[in-house]
């Protein structure tokens, strides 16, 4: 599932995850599970719009994606975005998901592709663009997820390309930008106080450095 | 600063022998000074502070006293921040310790080791299993779903060997009480003061020398209170650990403990004195008054805002705002009976309330009585399942005359500036940045019935905001956001929310639960002084002083649903005959199913009652082997042969795993619907091929995709078959356990997961109250709000959730495992019968002639 608690103390990833980094990033993607559950109730009525070409509904796909930028940008830990990603799709398989035991590839798969863009930024820049890039990075894994390893759609070009970009678009604003956004709320609540991301709401948008407030 | 130290019941140990032995733990403070990360000033600042062995100590002080922080620090679970500090600070504090420890016994006194706190000289991290954490929120103690496994996790973390556990978790559940409940009883079904004493009871399972609690019962009724308390007294005594409780209602602990030590605010020890003082000494109780707590034979409720109550207008003029006449309430909406199904029974029926101007009434009886759901019924956030709820041409007002009787179906608009309802937990109410905004836009969203138009104007809305921002003296406090506030703080804004848009009656569930005296009494006065505007209150409380004060009618639902009872603040029925009552309940039925406390359960997955079904009892890995097997036949080619094999052996399963055909078929019937649009996408949008069928003008279905189509929709639907098959037969508990013990994945990861997984019911709780509290404030449904709420409760709870499984010893070292998770030839069987499916699936389909690897 994870092997960054096993990561020797001397590299560069050695950022050891604390318990409250677990605990919290597991009711994260728990607490994502739930809001897939709000979510599907919506989602059956959405998923009607696209019914004159279903390949563009994975325009709103990122909705399933968000667990992975989200972990990664409120933990900072190497890992987290694979780790949300998985446990989320693991809840969503527990409570009886559409693509059955799939879903823990789809998490696999997305997820990876969120961590290797924050691992492309060694896990020092959390900023609006790194959590966009890595959002679209899940989607466009994703996409190629469904098109061509699990293969649950066998589009014409046209269409598989249509899927596929429509969910690195999607992953990119709803899986990237919302939850940078949300965590910046989140820190501004106080509620980040245990974790690294603690001053996400005071840090600039993009170059991730902590504005002092000047106050003396 | 006075010492007086009272004479100790245990010998002190040595600290060589403390790691063992059960007797209690010395704490010793000196020069201790801790700052959180994200705070500009120290919590603790120079503490010297010295508790011997088996001493109980009462810890009080002004809320922001620091009061949290020392237990946390006693308890080990206070860290540096992680960038900065911590290989120094761990080097300075285990040499000094080495220091301490050549001087034991003697008094703190290594004037050189500042800032340090140690118990029996080595620090807390180190002392693991020495000391144990209670804290106050009864939800986030449980880690998990059953109660026997609850109690062992300390003991596993603490790698106590296996054959011992059983043992200590027996002997931990009887010194609590909770004996009589089978290992298995769910832990979601327990009350919130069994909850703590089932924390109590994994605490006690490390056999601890420091017992340290947290507010213990600031969220408890008076019933599980007293419970709660006792049970800690007697392990305490029990043990001769030494205990130190934090709390502010002074009252419930200070005849039970040798000791009162009052914290200073920003600073160290205020004072240390013999709790009997408290009785006597009129310049503490003064001081103690002044900063807030709650002091025996002088509730501060009841003295400061008593006045003589001919001083009240007449109450009860003019004709009632709102009338229940045999009213029947359940949380589950009565319109979604059109499912198949027993039909909802109502938790309360037959309930006749009538509320009039100026006049207040509290809902009081014990858990689960309906209360709570009474109340939201009456604020017309959930749909009455009989009987009437009026609301009267008063409530409705001149422009509102066209309203339909009912609140339910009122507008969130129309409802929120007729009805506010004040919710236990403020935070679900919270939907702004800053307290202004918050108060801005209560008032801004009431509007005219039947149109779109601010029922104040923009001058008036902020004039309100100002008043209302004075009133709450949160003026300072304009531009902060609301969830940094504290308890009190948060408490009065939630009140301002609801009183910004200008309702008649104004509905609380549980305003007092955790407040100190100070926010009491100005509750009060806020609430009195909307009775004498000719409002009207209702409370659900156990606070009788609150009742009192309020000169509140009161509606007890005790034993059964009565007539109002006309008398001010009844004395609640003897908590003892009625905790009784519930136990011999229990043991009566000897089963799980306790229908007094029963909670909803909205997740049927994870319940904590396993599967008897034949493939129910054999181990998760070997159906995860199985499923795995399948799984991969089916994604490796596209076509409806391997589907319907997979499909057909899944039905043929059922008996195995005693699932009902009907059952089953409820449960698949939506993943069937949404294979169908998969059929539909592929027809319109897969490469065209053969004849063609339907041109649609802009795209065409031909043969060829109509053929991809339902060969994808048959494998999307035999995907989730044998995964729902299994998953509804499979623990998470268990399943766990095997991930952790058989696969080896990181025992940390998989229980913090598993740890989680529990919240899930309670979040989807969360889920449900936030939806609620965005109507009472007159927002529509907002999707994201309700989901940036949802996140901020479950990072609040994972938080709490993590110190308690840290001060449980969890995540430091080798662990045991209270149950093996072994492979038995049983399960063998299942993974040779996935092995078959998956083979014949994939045999089939090559001797049709319909079988292609998607990979190729």
């Known amino acids: 599932m994870n092997t960054s608690a096993s990561v020797p103390a001397s590299s560069p990833f050695r950022q050891r995850w604390t318990v409250s980094d677990i605990v919290v990033a597991s009711t994260l993607a728990v607490a994502s599970g739930v809001i897939f559950w709000g979510w599907n109730l919506s989602y059956h009525a959405v998923s009607t719009l696209f019914t004159a070409y279903p390949p563009a509904a994975s325009l709103v796909a990122g909705m399933w994606l968000f667990p992975a930028v989200l972990g990664a940008v409120i933990i900072r830990k190497p890992g987290a975005a694979i780790y949300c990603e998985m446990v989320a799709a693991a809840v969503s398989a527990l409570l009886g998901s559409q693509w059955g035991l799939g879903v823990l590839l789809s998490g696999l798969v997305q997820g990876l592709g969120a961590e290797l863009i924050i691992l492309a930024f060694l896990y020092r820049r959390f900023t609006v663009d790194v959590a966009v890039l890595a959002g679209a990075a899940a989607g466009l894994a994703g996409g190629i997820n469904e098109n061509f390893i699990a293969a649950y759609y066998q589009y014409d070009t046209v269409g598989t390309a249509v899927h596929i970009g429509g969910f690195a678009l999607s992953g990119a604003i709803i899986a990237g930008l919302l939850p940078w956004l949300a965590t910046r709320g989140l820190a501004a609540t106080g509620v980040l106080g245990p974790l690294k991301s603690r001053r996400a709401h005071k840090e600039s948008a993009l170059s991730g450095r902590v504005r002092e407030t000047s106050a003396t | 600063m006075s010492t007086t130290t009272p004479p100790t019941p245990s010998i002190p140990q040595s600290p060589a022998e403390g790691r063992t032995a059960p007797a209690g733990v010395r704490v010793t403070a000196a020069g201790f000074t801790y700052q959180h990360a994200d705070r500009e000033r120290p919590a603790l600042a120079d503490l010297d502070l010295e508790i011997e062995p088996g001493e109980k100590v009462l810890l009080a002080g002004a809320s922001g006293a620091g009061k949290s922080t020392l237990l946390h620090a006693m308890a080990g679970v206070l860290h540096e921040d992680g960038d900065r500090l911590s290989r120094e600070e761990t080097a300075a504090s285990s040499g000094s310790s080495a220091a301490v420890e050549g001087t034991s016994g003697r008094k703190a006194a290594n004037a050189e080791a500042l800032n340090q706190l140690l118990l029996d000289g080595v620090s807390p991290a180190e002392a693991r299993g020495r000391a144990g954490l209670m804290q106050q929120d009864p939800e986030s103690q449980v880690v998990l779903a059953r109660i026997g496994d609850d109690v062992a996790f300390s003991c596993e973390n603490l790698a106590v060997p296996r054959d011992e556990i059983p043992g200590r978790v027996s002997a931990a559940l009887a010194a609590v009480g909770l004996d009589y409940l089978p290992l298995d009883h769910p832990t979601a079904e327990l009350s919130g003061g069994q909850k703590q004493r089932l924390a109590l ?33 007697a392990a305490a005594q029990a043990t001769d650990a030494t205990l130190v409780v934090v709390e502010h209602r002074l009252t419930t602990w200070v005849d039970h403990v040798d000791t009162l030590v009052v914290l200073e605010p920003g600073g160290g020890v205020r004072h240390r004195v013999p709790a009997q003082r408290i009785h006597d000494d009129t310049a503490l109780r003064e001081e103690l008054d002044a900063s807030g707590l709650w002091l025996p034979h002088r509730e501060a409720g009841a003295r400061r805002t008593a006045e003589p109550s001919s001083s009240r207008p007449t109450r009860k003029q003019g004709s009632p705002l709102l009338t229940a006449s045999e009213l029947a309430v359940h949380r589950k909406s009565p319109r979604k009976s059109w499912r198949k199904g027993p039909p909802v029974q109502p938790v309360l029926s037959g309930v006749d309330i009538s509320l009039a101007p100026g006049a207040a009434l509290g809902i009081t009886g014990r858990n689960g009585a309906g209360k709570s759901t009474l109340m939201l019924t009456l604020a017309g956030l959930l749909a009455p399942h009989g009987g009437e709820l009026i609301a009267g041409p008063a409530l409705k007002g001149d422009r509102g005359a066209e309203l339909p009787d009912s609140p339910y179906q009122w507008r969130s608009a129309d409802l929120t500036s007729r009805i506010g309802t004040v919710f236990q937990e403020p935070e679900h109410q919270f939907v702004r940045n800053t307290v202004a905004d918050e108060l801005r836009l209560s008032a801004e969203q009431a509007k005219i019935p039947g149109t779109r138009d601010s029922l104040f104007t923009e001058d008036e809305v902020a004039q309100r905001v100002d008043r209302l921002l004075g009133r709450l003296r949160l003026t300072h406090l304009a531009q902060a956001n609301p969830f940094t506030l504290s308890g009190g703080e948060k408490r009065r804004l939630s009140v301002g929310t609801a009183l910004a848009a200008g309702p008649e009656v104004l509905m609380l569930d549980e305003p007092t639960f955790g407040q100190d005296a100070h926010t009491f009494a100005e509750l009060v006065s806020l609430l009195r002084e909307h009775l004498e505007a000719g409002g009207t209150v209702l409370a659900v409380t156990h606070d009788a002083d609150f009742l009192h004060a309020l000169d509140a009618e009161c509606y007890d639902l005790s034993p059964d649903p009565s007539p109002p009872i006309s008398s001010d603040s009844s004395a609640p029925t003897n908590p003892d005959v009625r905790g009784l009552s519930e136990n011999q309940a229990l043991i009566s039925t000897g089963q799980s199913d306790n229908t007094l406390i029963k909670r909803e359960d909205s997740t049927p997955l994870l319940s904590a009652i ?67 649009m998969a059929v539909w996408g592929a027809a319109i949008a897969a490469e065209e091929s053969g004849r063609v069928l339907v041109d649609l003008g802009v795209t065409t279905i031909s043969t060829g995709s109509l053929e991809m189509g339902l060969s994808l929709g048959a494998r999307a639907f035999a995907i989730v078959l044998p995964s729902v098959l299994i998953f509804s037969t499979t623990d998470p508990t268990d399943l766990a356990d095997s991930l952790a013990q058989q696969l080896r994945l990181p025992a940390r990861f998989v229980l913090g997961a598993l740890a989680a997984m529990r919240l899930l019911g309670l979040m989807a709780e969360h889920w449900t109250t936030l939806g609620h509290a965005r109507r009472a404030r007159g927002l529509g449904s907002q999707f994201l709000s309700q989901a940036f709420g949802l996140l901020v409760q479950a990072i609040r709870m994972a938080t709490r959730l993590a110190v308690t499984m840290e001060s449980r010893g969890f995540g430091a070292g080798e662990r045991s495992w209270a149950r093996r998770a072994s492979f038995t030839r049983a399960d063998g069987v299942v993974v040779l019968a996935g092995f078959l499916i998956a083979a014949a699936a994939t045999a089939l389909a090559v001797a049709a002639g319909t079988w292609n690897l998607v990979w190729a």
């Open chain 2, 201 to 233: 009871a994994g605490i006690l399972a490390m056999q601890p020398g420091l017992l340290l609690l947290d507010e213990p019962t600031a969220n408890l009724d008076p019933e599980g209170t007293v419970q709660v308390r006792d049970s800690v007294v």
């Open chain 2, 610 to 676: 396993r599967d008897t079904s034949w493939l129910g009892r054999r181990g998760p890995l070997g159906k995860l082997i199985a499923l795995l097997f399948i799984t991969l036949a089916l994604i490796a080619t596209i076509d409806p042969v391997s589907a319907a094999v997979v499909a057909v052996a899944c039905f043929a399963l059922l008996p195995v795993a005693n699932i009902r055909l009907v059952t089953f078929l409820k449960r698949i019937w939506i993943f069937a619907a949404a294979s169908l």
